[in-house]
């Protein structure tokens, strides 16, 4: 379970972009990060992976709150994370099959034709097996996304998956695949996932509950039924 | 005008005290486990063994310059018996160590800042730490190590070559015994003036390190970021390393009781 407890971030030039959120994901469930660009959405999701630490507030990673760790006791909470960064951020030094099995080397004990089983494996999982020796500049946007999804479920499997906005920048059928890999790997593996977008079409297609982001707060957090049946002059625009 | 240059000074001073960050950590992170061989060895093949081209035919032009500079004012003192000793003191002191530093800065540094710069804008570093790895450890200090280790090799491998560039010119054009150069040359290898030939390239090795990283890991802005703090590493690695270069030539003259 992930909960955000009163969370307020402040930027070293002054600049506030979240204001006393409070948030909870219950375990097995997706929560869609909704909203414009500049709502603090990202910032959000930053913070709960602890690359950024909010001034104010508590984010309880299953009761641990991870605001006061340092970095070193952060890493075995982000290890039970799966992280799908804007565009994948893959190493573009390595080839997709090394990017899938970074982790899996560097923490698991195991032989090299294990290895090299469980990348495959990993790599069909999103489709992707064919692609094992490519380099990931020879990848589409959509397929960049595909292999982060992998590299993010390669070594240990995560509890937590994280998708900041998975979907930006590709056009509307490849969005969908990934939506529909993003709902696939919340269902078969019950993981709890947090999802950044600005498209209400991928909220609606793998969230259980939606947040609505507005200058830093949380306008609307709910289903979609409760979204579309809200009569709020901005949820309407966003719905429009 | 005066703010723009303070914002620069904060800036340098901001870059330096990353830069000791980065090196102390990197210090650190080799008490807590050595880098991978195959990372070491890959930063090792990209940063010294890459850079074994230009650093010989630095070593070999600076070595024939040399030469050819001195053999014609020697000869008019009727010293040309010198030569040997004179290109090898210059050499060791202070020319190779310090081009070659140079060199490394101009091919080495920017390497490490473009491509650490590359890897923070892409998001990869921020990807590094949420798959619960230490930047320092992963990224910056097997690129230390491997400088640390290469540059002395190559400035080692510079000087033989412009001793060896000096005596070939110095023999076609200055007319030059050859025996009476190897003998100056080795009148020249006193273990005073190799001291300091080989403590300047740890610490320019340093400085190239730590200013790489941290202008890579600093860069922000995009692409034209990255170009930015590639072009601002070569800048500052160059000119630390010629003030490291006055300080610890001066420190070792000291040292030995010269002045």
Known sequence: ?240 | MLSVVGDHVKRGVYELQVGAQLTAGSVRALFTGLPRRRDLLEQMDTLGAGSFGIVVLTGLFAGMAMGLQFSVELAVYGAKGYLGKMVTVSIIRELGPVLTALMMAGRVCSGIASELGSMKIGRQVDALRVMGFDPVAKLVMPRMVAVFVMLPVLTLMADAVAVVGGYAVGYVVGGIDTATYWSAVDQGLTVENLTGGIIKPFVFAVIIGAVGCASGLLSSGGTRGVGRATTQAVVNASILILVANFLVGYLVIRALGWA
């Open chain 1, 1 to 240: 379970m992930i909960d955000f407890d009163g969370v307020s971030f402040t930027y070293p030039d002054g600049t506030q972009v979240l204001f006393d959120v409070s948030l909870r994901v219950p375990a097995g469930t997706t929560l869609a990060l909704l909203g414009a660009s500049g709502s603090g959405k990202t910032t959000l999701l930053h913070v709960l992976l602890g690359l950024l630490k909010p001034q104010d507030g508590r984010v309880l990673v299953d009761d641990v709150d991870i605001v006061p760790l340092s970095e070193k006791k952060l890493r075995p909470v982000r290890r039970r994370m799966g992280v799908v960064f804007q565009d994948g951020a893959l190493f573009d030094s390595l080839t997709v099959g090394e990017n899938v099995s970074f982790l899996i080397r560097e923490v698991m004990d195991l032989g090299e034709a294990e290895i090299e089983a469980r990348t495959l494996r990993q790599l069909e999982y999103v489709g992707l097996g064919h692609t094992l020796d490519l380099m990931p500049d020879e990848l589409s946007g959509g397929m960049r996304r595909r292999v982060a999804v992998a590299r993010a479920m390669a070594a240990a499997d995560p509890a937590i998956m994280v998708y900041d906005e998975p979907t930006s920048g590709l056009d509307p059928i490849t969005a969908d695949t990934i939506c529909d890999l993003v709902r696939k790997v919340s269902e078969e593996k019950g993981l709890t996932s947090v999802l950044v977008t600005h498209r209400l079409r991928d909220a609606f297609k793998v969230a259980d509950r939606i947040a609505l982001f507005k200058d830093g707060r949380v306008h609307f957090f709910g289903d979609r039924e409760e979204l579309f049946a809200l009569e709020d002059p901005y949820v309407q625009r966003f719905l429009a």
